[in-house]
Nanobody, 127 residues
Framework: QVQLVESGGGLVQTGGSLTLSCAAS????????LGWFRQAPGKEREVVAG????????YYAVSVKGRFTFSRDNAKNLVYLQMNSLKPEDTAVYYC????????????????????WGQGTQVTVSS
């Protein structure tokens, strides 16, 4: 079992930046594909970004590509989502997720594939 706890959300103006963190406990994330998802009110949960457990392969949704950066520090069991040039449409609850895998290059985009989820952190971008 692994527990995930997100932090770093908050209120920011359009064009601002935030860095979300996700801390894992219970076991290491060294063999987990990881993902960041978000859910806005009245909308379905959507993938924001994914990263393989090797860290060498990433995926970004078109809406955030070039603005968000997903990184991981396996030694510290921490995961980060650097968000720049934020827009009002980025407003949502952001979740990190983990899926244990033997595939070092796997990047999973489907929420249903993830086994572990954090409780979420609210990001609000004001116009």
């Amino acid at each position: 079992q692994v527990q995930l706890v997100e932090s770093g959300g908050g209120l920011v103006q359009t064009g601002g930046s935030l860095t979300l963190s996700c801390a894992a406990s219970g076991r290491t994330l060294g063999n987990d594909a990881l993902g960041w998802f978000r859910q806005a009110p009245g909308k379905e949960r959507e993938v924001v970004a994914g990263i393989s457990w090797s860290g060498r392969t990433t995926y970004y949704a078109v809406s955030v590509k070039g603005r968000f950066t997903f990184s991981r520090d396996n030694a510290k069991n921490l995961v980060y989502l650097q968000m720049n040039s934020l827009k009002p449409e980025d407003t949502a609850v952001y979740y990190c997720a983990a899926e244990r895998t033997r595939d070092a290059g796997l990047v999973e985009r489907r929420a249903s594939s993830y086994d572990y989820w954090g409780q979420g952190t609210q990001v609000t971008v004001s116009s």
